[in-house]
């Protein structure tokens, strides 16, 4: 059975610290994603990489940054954690180039909270 | 991209099949459509994808119209269980797939 796995279901961080999430899949897909949930905004896409060590902007990447060091694994990284930060998290895989014509697998989500 | 408009909820009874409707009038000629269907504390989970006419699997039906200025995603006979958020999606060949707030379906008993 193909899973993305996230490295931690609940976190609370306080403000200011840095805060690493951890997603990994194992269906060797080359596309890894990252979006944050909010009530009401749906999911919005931070970051994405197609490739090791590429990484792309996604719609709302201001506080964020992405590390793909191997094909497996994703990494979203919150510099200095701020109270606007408090989200669900959801990372998601895919294998065809084009993923608009194949299927996002997305592991079971993130919730951090920021005090 | 793509915008996609659909209904913020709709309800149902344990057994009906159930329609919902997206609207994408923008919709450009390499877009597919792809529905995700998302239940509390998860992530989301592919249901179905198109490009034209009516595509089927076991879980649902998707119909486009000629125009695919929209589309329906049936869902044969319901239950409880299907009590979730779907969410429409229209893209081509970028990366930057667009979620909205997706429509809300309550299956009642």
């Known amino acids: 059975d193909v899973k993305v796995t996230q490295s931690s279901r609940y976190l609370v961080k306080r403000t200011g610290e840095k805060v690493f999430l951890e997603c990994v899949q194992d269906?060797?897909?080359?596309?890894m994603f990252w979006y944050r949930q909010d009530p009401g905004l749906g999911l919005r896409l931070i970051y994405f990489?197609?490739?090791?060590?590429?990484?792309e902007k996604g719609d709302i990447p201001e506080g964020y940054s992405v590390s793909r060091e191997k094909k497996e694994r994703f990494s979203l990284i919150l510099e200095s954690a701020s109270t606007n930060q408090t989200s669900m998290y959801l990372c998601?895989?895919?294998?065809?180039?084009?993923?608009?014509?194949?299927?996002?697998?997305f592991g079971e989500g993130s919730r951090l909270t920021v005090l | 991209l793509a915008k996609t408009t659909q209904p913020i909820s709709m309800d149902s009874y344990e057994g009906q099949e159930v329609n919902i409707t997206c609207s994408h009038n923008?919709?450009?000629?390499?877009?597919?459509i792809t529905w995700y269907q998302q239940f509390p504390s998860q992530g989301p989970r592919f249901i179905i994808q198109?490009?034209?006419t009516k595509v089927t699997n076991e879980v649902a039906s998707l119909f486009i119209p000629a125009d695919r200025k929209s589309s329906t995603l049936s869902l044969p006979r319901v239950s409880l269980s299907d009590t979730a958020v779907y969410y429409c999606?229209?893209?081509?060949?970028?990366?930057?797939?667009?979620f909205g707030s997706g429509t809300r379906l309550l299956v009642r008993p």
């Open positions: 269906m060797d897909h080359e596309n």
């Open positions: 990489s197609y490739d090791v060590k590429m990484k």
């Open positions: 923008n919709i450009a000629t390499n877009d597919y």
């Open positions: 998601a895989s895919s294998s065809p180039p084009n993923p608009n014509t194949g299927e996002l697998f």
């Open positions: 999606l229209v893209g081509d060949s970028s990366y930057k797939l667009i």
């Open positions: 198109g490009y034209k």
